[in-house]
């Protein structure tokens, strides 16, 4: 591949900066625990299957076990910040590794960009109830502001911020599920929340589809492999800490709200209720006291910039790659002299973010119902058509490379599965997106149509090189050794 360099600027992260505990804490920040419980499991209970939220998660996290299988297996022998990328790259050729790159820089904007939107909303909120009064747009620049700062600098320095705040939020939802359980909840401990009939119970798809959206970020170990330390050995325990933190968590909170609520008055209950967000402040009000109330509406705001910082971490590392490599211009793919940070694609995503925001002001959309929903729901879409492609290319890849692994269970029969099942939970969402974003009319066939549009982008781009540059073609996704 031809290595082109500039002055001031290196071509490589910044090596053995990451162990095990570092990554972990990215990806489960990216998870935004907090924010998960109090936002997204009542609507997952709203929207979805009620009390079969917690049967939901148990499912979604056994299908994860099962594609981190593969997905840590082609780790081991490919380490690239490119991640899905990379991988879909590896596996099904260059073509589609371009048209995936593309889709991952979407996803990661849309993610982080719509969480700016219900952040600038908490964020007014909390102020407001001190007495300054600003509108939601102001806290959301200032995030994007400070997000920038860290994201120019050194990625150890955003993992010492996040582990804190992660540690917080996990810790104030221990004390509320802690209550709950020595209280007995509202009627007594009970298991009818995994059992199949509750599991089944109203829309149980899009109880899955929130669990699904409940975890997107876990997939990232994977974009830190060129600076982690022995990343043959810490992306994969990394992947694995990451899937079975995050999904106990989620399904043993997601168990104690309803039977702190109470299983037979769940669906009344939420229904009285006009945002959704509120219930599990109510619980914690409920069982532990108004005080705990006060530190989770910090917390939820703090939830919230640790997430929009992961992600904003991730499109940086993916545009620094597809830089790197040839995708995008060279320029993106260098990092910073002093910190060896991927400063270019870190520029880059805070303009995009300040541009989409201003898009959404200037139209005066709601910052929750439509930034917020609409493209965090794009995201979600796009990841998973991402976790389906790297699926397959799991097969094809270790199908022409035999020697490397020599479990046919890992290498084929088990991402062959998930691919299957992540496939047709793309057609689903696709076909039900308006619905399940609050969108209407044009947006909700336009939304998911970004996806498309990142794709064949992402063609372009990859036809463009191949015709440049047979030989760094070649090599897409094939990373840097570590």
């Not at 298991?191 to 970020?217: D, H, K, Q, Y």
């Not at 702190?260 to 409920?286: H, I, M, S, W, Y």
Request: charged share 10%.
């Amino acid at each position: 591949m031809t290595e082109l360099s500039y002055a001031g600027n290196s071509q490589g992260l910044r090596r053995n900066s990451l162990g095990v505990g570092a990554i972990t804490f990215l990806v489960v920040s990216a998870a935004a625990p907090l924010t998960a419980v109090a936002g997204g499991v009542p609507l997952a209970m709203l929207l979805g299957n009620g009390a079969g939220v917690p049967l939901a998660f148990l499912l979604v996290t056994g299908i994860l076990f099962l594609f981190a299988i593969g997905y840590v297996a082609m780790a081991r022998h490919i380490h690239s910040a490119g991640a899905f990328y990379a991988y879909t790259a590896q596996g099904l050729g260059g073509m589609m590794g371009g048209a995936a790159a593309l889709i991952a820089i979407l996803a990661y904007n849309a993610m982080q960009i719509g969480v700016f939107g219900l952040f600038g909303a908490a964020t007014a909120s909390l102020f407001a109830g001190l007495g300054l009064d600003l509108p939601w747009w102001i806290w959301t620049y200032v995030g994007i502001a400070a997000v920038a700062v860290f994201g120019y600098r050194r990625v150890d320095l955003s993992a010492m911020v996040l582990t804190v705040l992660v540690i917080l939020e996990y810790l104030v939802v221990f004390i509320i599920d802690a209550a709950i359980l020595v209280k007995g909840g509202d009627s007594g401990l009970s298991s009818a929340p995994f059992t199949p009939s509750a599991m089944l119970n109203g829309a149980p798809a899009i109880g899955v589809l929130f669990c699904f959206a409940s975890f997107i970020g876990f997939e990232a170990t994977s974009i830190y492999s060129e600076e982690a330390r022995e990343p043959h050995k810490t992306i994969p325990r990394a992947t694995y800490i990451s899937v079975f933190i995050i999904g106990l968590f989620y399904m043993v909170t997601s168990w104690l709200m309803v039977v702190g609520a109470g299983v037979d008055k769940l669906v009344p209950e939420l229904q009285g209720l006009a945002d959704p967000t509120t219930f599990l402040f109510n619980l914690a009000e409920r069982y532990v006291g108004h005080g705990i109330v006060v530190v989770m509406n910090i917390l939820f705001v703090t939830s919230l910039f640790a997430g929009v910082l992961a992600f904003h971490n991730g499109v940086a590392r993916y545009m620094y790659v597809a830089g790197r490599e040839g995708l995008l211009p060279k320029r993106v793919g260098v990092t910073h002299s002093v910190f060896q940070s991927p400063h270019i694609g870190s520029i880059i995503q805070t303009v995009i973010a300040v541009l989409v925001t201003s898009l959404f002001v200037m139209t005066g959309q709601d910052p929750v119902l439509a930034m917020f929903s609409w493209l965090t729901n794009v995201a979600t879409l796009a990841i998973i058509l991402l976790m389906a492609s790297t699926s397959f290319a799991i097969v094809a890849f270790f199908r022409r490379n035999p020697g490397l692994e020599n479990n046919v269970l890992v290498t084929r029969v088990l991402p062959i599965i998930t691919g299957v099942t992540l496939l047709a939970l793309v057609v689903y969402i696709t076909i039900n997106f308006g619905g399940i974003a609050g969108a209407s009319g044009f947006v909700a066939i336009l939304l998911p149509g970004l996806v498309v549009v990142a794709g064949v982008v992402g063609l372009a781009a990859a036809a463009r090189l191949r015709a440049a540059d047979a030989v760094a073609f070649a090599q897409l996704g094939a990373g840097q050794e570590a």
